[in-house]
């Protein structure tokens, strides 16, 4: 059983960067999509960003698109999710998620994750 532990989160000033981490333990990543989703407070929680097994593909959401990228290192089991030009629009919890099938196409349905890890609190202050 595979289980995901996100870190990298924090309080960061508007403009600034940070680095999301989401480290896979018990089973590797495989050929498993991997995404990002956010939860402003009070809302629901929606897609950010989805990268291939390969890593040579990669989705973003509208408002992501620009100031984040995806990656991933296959062999060290971790993804990461870079944030720069935060803005206090970004505060939200962000978690990391494996797609339930491998080989699968990039999804931004969250029930098509079927692995989260316990998300980490961004806020951005202005």
């Known amino acids: 059983q595979v289980q995901l532990v996100e870190s990298g989160g924090g309080l960061m000033q508007a403009g600034g960067s940070l680095r999301l981490s989401c480290v896979a333990s018990?089973?590797?990543?495989?050929?498993?999509?991997m995404g990002w989703f956010r939860q402003p407070p009070g809302q629901e929680r929606t897609f950010a960003a989805g990268?291939?097994?390969?890593?040579?593909?990669?989705d973003y959401a509208d408002f992501v698109k620009g100031r984040f990228t995806i990656s991933r290192d296959n062999a060290k089991n971790t993804m990461y999710l870079q944030m720069n030009s935060l803005n206090p629009e970004d505060t939200a919890v962000y978690y990391c998620?494996?797609?339930?099938?491998?080989?699968?196409?990039?999804?931004?349905?969250?029930?098509?994750?079927?692995?989260w890890g316990q998300g980490t609190q961004v806020t951005v202050s202005s």
């Open positions: 998620a494996r797609h339930q099938w491998s080989d699968s196409v990039i999804s931004r349905a969250r029930m098509e994750y079927g692995v």
């Open positions: 018990g089973r590797t990543l495989g050929t498993y999509v």
């Open positions: 990268i291939r097994w390969s890593g040579g593909y990669a």
